[in-house]
């Protein structure tokens, strides 16, 4: 309210007009200092500020930007709508500054819809929904109509939305004889736009810009009340089970700095934290919990400011998401499973060493035609039998190698497995129980059965034509799944993949 009108109002001695003005200005600057998290004498911005949405976001400090993988992304960053690839419906209450000495109920409310259109190919749309309520004074509603897509060069993803923007002051007795509210009612409203830009080019990296409020809407109940713009850059580093984020965002006159970071262990919890550090002596920690299943996620976050607000015992938001339709498969932005990973790499291999087996065909049979000048076409040959070569060595040699290995631990397991059943068989056999003879027994002549004999275990063997380390183990030991007891002895000796050459000395085992 201005000073001169209050210096008038009190030269005419309308002390009681005076009073409710008050009232009403004080119950508002209070929801407002709140929202700032500022000292109690300083105010920046009249409505509107930013109190996040998304209790994952939230747990991060906020750091989004250049995340914005899921249906958050209608607030934080509307580019990134174009990674959700399924439909999601997601949903965060919080109670804002528990513990207040003056008992104030601070509510905050985020509902979004993200809904890909054709699986994405033709883009994402969302709608938001975020309110803040002090009960029994005032209310804000915002909401946001977004839409996000792949454009111009792979990973990099465009988007925008379209915003309302409501306030509601609410009406008692001494507001209804303000002159004030009088003249220009209770609420107001406006229209606001963001914009936004994502961009991954590849699965670790992604960047992100947001440029909030672009047209600066006046939300003011009868004086100018603008929402000044707010600029928001940031960076991710992703990996399967870890996300670590940072960012920048600068309004008006304030400067914030956020980080955050987010861990998977088991695959369905995640571990979340981040810190924020800015004007106005703004300082505060986040943490936060998670589960995420397949087509259901549930978000704890905290929030407890350092530095600004006193006495409180910090924030809450309780979120979850639930997503629908069939999982399709993975985008090139995101990460492969193992199985996957090493699946898609041998079909690749393969694909590659076909086609260059087709050129060398091809080649040949055009030098067997005269086609070709000999010494060009035989010196083609060899090169492309090179490369072939080249190609089945090294990169098919180390998955062939990891096969092996887990062949050795999968044999490995077997017998330890069959070792454990003897034993339990054994244990568990029923004793022989002896019979009181009462006629001397009848000698009958034992029956001789042949039973082939095992050859002797040699301390040294020379491997023969045709022997694999199966049949060496059959042969000596009656169990072709001891093979790995001679590989581990002789590990030094047996070349990549198990392999053993005509003449070669192995070492056996004599147990």
Request: aromatic fraction near 10%.
């Amino acid at each position: 309210m201005p000073i001169k009108r209050v210096q008038r109002n009190l030269c005419l001695g309308n002390i009681f007009s005076i009073a409710i003005r008050l009232r009403m200005f004080f119950s508002v600057l209070l929801c407002l200092i709140l929202l700032q998290t500022a000292h109690q004498t300083s105010i920046a911005f009249a409505a509107f500020e930013d109190i996040g949405a998304g209790a994952r976001a939230i747990g991060m400090a906020s750091a989004f930007t250049a995340v914005a993988d899921d249906a958050n992304a209608i607030y934080y960053n509307p580019a990134g709508l174009a990674q959700v690839r399924r439909t999601e419906l997601t949903g965060t209450y919080g109670k804002l500054y528990v513990g207040l000495k003056d008992n104030s109920n601070i509510g905050s409310g985020y509902v979004g819809v993200a809904q890909p259109l054709m699986f994405g190919k033709l883009g994402t749309l969302g709608i938001g929904w975020v309110s803040l309520n002090l009960e029994g004074a005032y209310r804000e509603d915002l909401v946001s109509f977004s839409y996000g897509k792949e454009m111009f060069v792979n990973g990099l993803f465009l988007g925008g939305s379209g915003k309302v923007l409501k306030r509601n002051f609410v009406g008692d007795i001494y507001t209804q004889i303000d002159p004030l509210f009088i003249q220009n009612g209770y609420n107001t409203t406006n229209y606001s736009a963001d914009l936004g830009l994502l961009y991954r080019p590849s699965a670790i990296y992604s960047y992100g810009l947001m440029l909030r409020d672009i047209n600066q809407p006046d939300v003011g109940l009868g004086s100018q009340d603008k929402v000044p713009m707010e600029i928001l850059g940031g960076f991710a580093y992703h990996q399967p089970t870890l996300i670590f984020d940072g960012e920048l965002s600068h309004k008006d006159q304030d400067t914030l700095v956020s980080m955050g970071l987010e861990k998977f262990v088991f695959k369905y919890a995640g571990f979340r934290s981040g810190f924020t550090a800015g004007s106005r002596n703004r300082r505060e920690v986040t943490a936060g919990l998670g589960y995420k299943g397949d087509n259901i996620s549930v978000d704890y976050s905290f929030i407890f400011p350092l530095g600004g607000i006193a006495s409180t015992a910090g924030t809450h938001r309780f979120g979850f998401t639930i997503r629908f339709g069939k999982k399709i498969e993975k985008a090139r932005w995101e990460f492969e499973e193992e199985e996957q990973l090493v699946e898609r790499l041998l079909e690749e291999k393969s694909a590659q060493i076909s086609s260059m087996e087709k050129e060398l065909d091809s080649l040949k049979d055009e030098n067997r035609s005269d086609r070709l000048e000999s010494t060009w076409a035989r010196n083609r040959i060899l090169k492309l039998e090179d490369k072939l070569r080249d190609e089945e060595t090294k990169d098919l040699e180390d998955m062939k190698s990891k096969l092996f290995e887990s062949k050795i631990e999968t044999d490995r397991m077997k017998q330890k497995i069959k070792d454990m059943e003897d034993k339990i068989q054994r244990l568990t056999a029923p004793h022989a129980v002896p019979v009181q003879k009462l006629t001397p027994p009848v000698e009958t002549p034992p029956v001789q059965v042949q039973t082939p004999e095992k050859p002797q275990i040699p301390l040294n063997y020379v491997v023969q034509e045709g022997d694999t380390l199966q049949s060496i183990a059959k042969k000596f030991y009656g169990n072709p799944d001891r093979w790995v007891e001679i590989y581990e002895m002789n590990s030094e000796r047996i070349e990549r993949g198990g392999t053993i050459r005509s003449g070669q000395f192995l070492v056996m085992p004599q147990k």
